[in-house]
């Protein structure tokens, strides 16, 4: 199963990838990163908020938003297009002609969204990391390797895949239903509210409650994945996508 789904998983991601929209929303994360993460780490210096507790806890929430939450918005247009974008370009029909199980299909269409993604993600992440200390060693050098911290390098790594996971299981079982790319992207943007709360939770360092409301949050996103996965495997039927393609 796994070696079928790679292999078209491969040949999506090159399609996808053709995409004007798709292609700008890397270069968006990573100009968003530079000017909103680089802008609030050289006002935070600039104020002289160089306490190490304080400014790590300042950074936590800012760039969790910067490498949490806009890397999110790469699988969700992936996957919004997976289904819909077939749809448009007249190709659902062939490829739901192929010898691939509905398992296999679909199990394809989540590695298409999550690979780029991740890479986007881990990509920012070491981006952040270098911009972040950049600053703080020409601005702050006792401040260098204060952040980011263990905590920040865990949320890092875990919840996007976690996020990534639960983004393309909603937005598989809704592009199957919508009409237009933009509809069902629209639709799944709502999963960025989720993600917010997870990237501000550094405002709860020194209290003890951080590292327990991730352990929480990861719990309770396992779970959610578990049973959105199930369900796009139930929903997800190529007889019925193929009597909707117009």
């Given at each position: ?37 680089g802008l609030m780490t050289f006002l935070t210096l600039s104020w002289g908020l160089t306490d190490p507790v304080y400014f790590n806890l300042m950074m936590a ?59 986007v993600a881990y990509s920012n992440l070491v981006l952040a990391i270098a911009m972040v200390n950049g600053l703080v060693l020409l601005l702050a050098p006792p ?31 809704i592009s199957g239903r919508a009409n237009t790319v933009y509809e069902a992207y629209q639709t799944g943007g709502v999963l960025i509210l989720p993600a917010m ?50």
């Amino acid at each position: 199963m796994l070696k079928k789904a790679w292999i078209m998983a491969r040949t999506e991601i090159r399609m996808v990838f053709k995409s004007r929209q798709v292609k700008m929303i890397p270069a968006m994360i990573v100009v968003m990163t530079v000017i909103f993460g680089g802008l609030m780490t050289f006002l935070t210096l600039s104020w002289g908020l160089t306490d190490p507790v304080y400014f790590n806890l300042m950074m936590a929430s800012i760039m969790g938003v910067v490498i949490i939450m806009l890397p999110i918005m790469l699988p969700i247009l992936i996957a919004a297009d997976s289904i819909v974008g077939e749809k448009e370009r007249h190709t659902l029909t062939p490829l739901l002609a192929t010898p691939l199980t509905d398992g296999e299909l679909l199990f394809g269409k989540f590695l298409t969204a999550l690979i780029p993604g991740l890479v986007v993600a881990y990509s920012n992440l070491v981006l952040a990391i270098a911009m972040v200390n950049g600053l703080v060693l020409l601005l702050a050098p006792p401040l260098f390797g204060v952040w980011p911290d263990f905590l920040s390098i865990i949320q890092a790594i875990i919840l996007p895949v976690l996020f990534s996971i639960l983004a393309v299981g909603i937005m598989v079982i809704i592009s199957g239903r919508a009409n237009t790319v933009y509809e069902a992207y629209q639709t799944g943007g709502v999963l960025i509210l989720p993600a917010m709360a997870f990237a501000y939770s550094g405002f709860l360092g020194g209290t003890g409650l951080n590292w327990l409301i991730f352990y929480a949050g990861v719990l309770i996103l396992i779970v959610l994945d578990i049973i959105l996965y199930r369900i796009a495997v139930k929903l997800f039927n190529r007889d019925a996508l193929t009597s909707r393609v117009g």
